[in-house]
């Protein structure tokens, strides 16, 4: 599957229509996110489930502003709504295939048991 532009009339409902979808925030004028592309572009046509999507922070402020996007590129990875990795800086192809493969290893019951404890301490 090719990668999905991100913008902001479908960011919402591609996070929400899917179970697992990770996010590469990126700029056009950026060296590293350049450098990346390739890798995520690979991945995803490795992976059919999971969506792969891109967020340019330069036409989409207003999505990197929400999520606090300080530094690009950034990972974003969610499973059912929920960002469980967030980490600026790119990956090597190995480490981001280790990343996909642990992510979707996660048992997302107890990350939703473990929200709601920290919900009900905070």
Avoid: H
């Amino acid at each position: 599957m090719a990668t999905l532009e991100l913008k902001a009339d479908n960011f919402q409902q591609t996070i929400n229509d899917n179970a697992n979808v990770i996010v590469d925030f990126w700029a056009p004028w950026c060296a590293p996110c350049r450098g990346f592309a390739p890798t995520f572009e690979a991945a995803s046509e490795k992976r059919a489930d999971v969506v792969f999507a891109k967020v340019n922070t330069e036409e989409q402020q207003e999505i990197a502003a929400a999520f606090n996007i300080r530094s690009i590129p950034t990972l974003m990875v969610f499973r059912d709504q929920i960002v469980i990795y967030s980490e600026a800086g790119s990956l090597p192809a190995a480490a981001f295939e280790q990343l996909i493969d642990q992510a979707l290893a996660l048992d997302m019951d107890t990350v939703r048991a473990e929200i709601a404890g920290q919900a009900g301490t905070g």
